[in-house]
Structure formats: structure tokens, C-alpha cells
């Protein structure tokens, strides 16, 4: 997918998307960046990469088409992190990603990424509704968002998950403009 089809989407999905990520997404889109998910410096440890891609797999999951990982997510999140995140918003979530972990090894004694799908759900279902002491309950719908949107504005969420028309409809040179009387715009 191209830089400018890639903004395009980023672009509107940044009008979906709530007040949270506006920000960090804006700086993005303002940059003249190239294309990818490659950030300029490392903002996740191992681990940290290892708990993203589980939480992330877990919300978009691999079914009939690819799934988060495939389509790069935990890369993209990363960069967005790493690079157009101010510093007290990616403390926040980075806070928000350690107590998310410490609640699955006080629960279950794993880290997230080795609980089975099941234990994944229940900590996740705790986490979204607010349930896990001392994680905000924005918390989880925040990295819900980025997890869809690097997935809807990648090339499998745009080209496999849902269908691709760069130009919807079809040329028609002889539109009975007289039946309609209506133009239409793009």
C-alpha cells in the first residue's frame, strides 16, 4: 500500500477514533515519515513485545483471514509509541501494559502471553471493564483502538479482511443525468 493510501485511511480513521489517539495521530500524519511500521528506537522490551502481540492477536484473532500479528500490529503500535507518543502518554502505557502483565502472574502465575486463549479472555474481559486494580478502565479500549487501527490501515486489514475499491462504482459515460437530475461529487 502506498504512503498516500496508508494516510488516506489513517486519515479517516482518525475521525472515528476517539480523543485519545487524535494526537499522537495527527503528529504522525503531519510527518513526513516514510512508510512502515519501523519506529526510530526500540519502546518495548522483549517481553513487552511478546504481551502486545498476545493482547493484540487476542483482539483481532487469526480466523479465515490473518489475524493482528500478521498484519504487523505490534509493529505499528510500537512505532506510535515510540515516536509519536508525548512522554507522559506513553508512561501512562506502558504503566497500563505492567499491570496488565503483574495481574496475569499473580492470577495465574504466567506471563499473559503463556495463558491459554481462555485465561487470555478472562484477564482481558477484567481489564475492559475495569476490573483490574489500579488499571484504568480507559486503559484497555486505548490499546483496542490502536490494535484496529493498524490493522484496518494495513494491507491485510484493508485488502484480505475487507474489500479494496480505491474508486467505488463504476464509469458510466452516459449516466441519464435527466432521469436523476442530481450531479454527484467525490
Same mark, same amino acid.
Given at each position: 500500500m502506498s504512503l498516500l493510501d496508508r494516510r488516506g485511511l489513517l486519515t479517516g480513521a482518525a475521525a472515528i477514533? %476517539?480523543?485519545? *489517539?487524535?494526537?499522537?495521530? !495527527?503528529?504522525?500524519l503531519a510527518a513526513e515519515a516514510a512508510? =512502515?511500521?519501523?519506529?526510530?528506537?526500540?519502546?518495548?522490551?522483549?517481553?513487552?513485545?511478546m504481551l502486545v502481540a498476545a493482547v493484540s492477536e487476542r483482539i483481532v484473532p487469526t480466523t479465515d483471514t490473518p489475524g493482528a500479528i500478521a498484519a504487523g500490529v505490534p509493529a505499528f503500535m510500537e512505532m506510535m509509541i515510540a515516536d509519536w507518543y508525548e512522554p507522559t502518554d506513553r508512561q501512562e502505557f506502558?504503566? %497500563?501494559?505492567? *499491570?496488565?502483565?503483574?495481574? !496475569?502472574?499473580?492470577?495465574?502465575?504466567?506471563p499473559f502471553? =503463556?495463558?491459554?486463549?481462555?485465561?487470555?479472555?478472562h484477564v482481558l474481559t477484567l481489564a475492559m471493564t475495569g476490573r483490574i486494580a489500579a488499571l484504568s478502565a480507559s486503559f484497555f479500549e486505548h490499546f483496542r483502538q490502536l490494535v484496529?487501527?493498524?490493522?484496518?490501515?494495513?494491507?491485510?486489514?484493508?485488502?484480505?479482511?475487507?474489500?479494496?475499491?480505491?474508486?467505488?462504482?463504476?464509469?458510466?459515460?452516459?449516466?441519464?443525468?435527466?432521469?436523476?437530475?442530481?450531479v454527484f461529487s467525490s
Open positions: 477514533l %476517539g480523543v485519545e *489517539l487524535a494526537a499522537p495521530l !495527527a503528529r504522525a512508510p =512502515g511500521f519501523s519506529a526510530s528506537h526500540a519502546a518495548f522490551t522483549a517481553d513487552q513485545r506502558m504503566d %497500563g501494559l505492567g *499491570l496488565l502483565e503483574g495481574y !496475569a502472574w499473580i492470577q495465574f502465575e504466567k502471553a =503463556g495463558l491459554v486463549p481462555e485465561e487470555q479472555d484496529l487501527l493498524g490493522y484496518y490501515t494495513s494491507e491485510i486489514g484493508c485488502k484480505q479482511e475487507r474489500v479494496y475499491v480505491p474508486v467505488p462504482g463504476r464509469y458510466d459515460g452516459k449516466y441519464p443525468y435527466a432521469e436523476v437530475r442530481r
